[in-house]
């Protein structure tokens, strides 16, 4: 519903907007522990903003350095734009039986876990973009919260080495294999949330090594997003 005020558009968003908003009148924790990370992957149709279409978010949540892996996020989404193009990838055929729910509710489900929650993910901008044009098309503002994104933390960790080539974009594979660490069901929204959460955690304790990161310290970092 759109209310005309003074020749302005006064937008009444629907309660689950104003409830999601309502978690950002609290400041964020001034130290890392107290602070909620979610960690998100989205699976697409392909990667034209205009065109294609989120076919799956995935999110896990990292607080209390503890990643809450009883508490992940999964929603699959209903599409009638589709790119079997993509399915190699993915995995996520068009008539499979995977219960799936409308774009719009499935931003419902996202958000109410996603709280004031600061967002990791890989080439981070890719994700929150998608969400963001998925938002708009049910005539909703960008998301509010904090962005940072494990290949540019990847970087300034690394950022001592006059061998590193700074302008590089790793992949998600290549930051799991240069840090050890081993990918769980990779190419599924949750799965490749989890492997995120992992290494970003490694590059929390590079990063901090030899003294303790504050909240503002970090989002510095990863200010380029």
């Known amino acids: 519903m759109i209310k005309r005020l003074f020749g ?5 968003y629907p309660d689950f907007w ?3 908003l309502a978690h950002f009148k609290n400041a964020l924790p001034t130290n890392l522990e107290g602070l909620r990370f979610v960690v998100l992957d989205t699976e697409t149709t392909g990667f034209d903003y205009k065109k294609d279409r989120i076919l799956c978010i995935g999110a896990v949540a990292i607080q209390n350095n503890t990643i809450e892996v009883s508490n992940t996020f999964e929603v ?35 958000l109410v876990y996603l709280e004031n929650a600061v967002i990791v993910a890989h080439h ?12 708009k098309r049910h005539q909703l503002p960008l998301l509010q919260n904090k962005i940072l994104d494990t290949s540019v933390l990847y970087r300034h960790s690394r950022i001592k080495s006059n061998l590193i080539d700074k302008s590089k974009h790793y992949t998600l594979d290549e930051l799991a294999e240069n840090l050890a660490i081993e990918l769980y069901n990779r190419h599924t929204a949750v799965g490749d949330a989890y492997t995120t959460a992992l290494i970003f ?20 970092l990863s200010a380029s997003v």
């Open 8 to 12: 302005k558009q006064n937008i009444d």
């Open 18 to 20: 104003k409830v999601y």
């Open 76 to 110: 699959y989404i209903k599409q009638t734009h589709f790119n079997p193009e993509t399915v190699a990838i993915h995995g996520i055929l068009k008539d499979d039986k995977t219960e799936r729910v409308t774009e719009l509710e499935a931003l419902k489900q996202f």
């Open 124 to 135: 981070a901008v890719f994700d929150i973009t998608m969400i963001n044009k998925a938002l």
């Open 201 to 220: 955690m490694k590059l929390l304790n590079v990063l901090g090594k030899g003294k303790k990161l504050s909240p503002q310290e970090l989002l510095k």
